[in-house]
């Protein structure tokens, strides 16, 4: 894992642009994040070093290259679900049960019984208007809810994006 300070050299001895996806925990109440961080050389008029400026901004998307990528995962995903339908506890579920995880498989992974995730899923279902699965996958493709990463589950970290 790449850290800030090792950035900040790499930019000052290369004299090139750096550009890192960073997911930490931001805020008061460190909510992990991604953020997309940008550094560029600073010269003098002569071409002297002499610093290094930077900018952050949240990226409106993830791909998948940067979450982890499922087989049939979708071109881009993105890091705000497409409406308020659902509690950010359900959308953790959405997205374990699109990636066909069993009741146990994310009980056990969000810390909660199988039997709350079973209740989840009927009223996760009852919301979509659908009876099963393969239904509500087709719910979350036509709803844009398969291309949603809840941002507690990203992985802190510093990952590079232009390496040469």
Same mark, same amino acid.
């Given at each position: ?11 000052? $001895? ?14 008061? $109440? ?7 961080? $940008?550094?560029?050389?600073l ?14 901004k ?7 290259l ?25 959308? $953790? ?8 995880k ?8 969000l ?50 994006l232009?390496?040469?």
């Open positions: 894992m790449f850290n800030f300070q090792e950035h900040d050299r790499n930019v000052i $001895e290369r004299q090139e642009n750096l550009a890192s996806l960073d997911i930490y925990p931001y805020g008061s $109440e460190e909510i992990i994040q991604p953020y997309i961080c $940008e550094k560029f050389p010269r003098s008029e002569d071409r002297e070093k002499i610093g290094i400026i930077f900018q952050i949240k990226p409106l998307f993830l791909t998948p940067i979450c982890c990528s499922k087989k049939q995962s979708p071109k881009s995903l993105v890091s705000y679900p497409p409406d308020d339908s659902f509690t950010n506890r359900e959308l $953790e579920v959405i997205f374990f049960s699109i990636q066909r069993s009741s146990k498989e994310i009980g056990k992974i810390s909660l019984s199988y039997r709350t995730i079973e209740n989840m899923l009927r009223v996760i279902y009852q919301k979509a208007g659908v009876h099963f699965l393969g239904q509500f996958i087709e719910f979350c493709e036509a709803t844009g809810f398969n291309r949603y990463i809840p941002p507690r589950l990203l992985c802190s970290g510093s990952q590079l232009n390496i040469k």
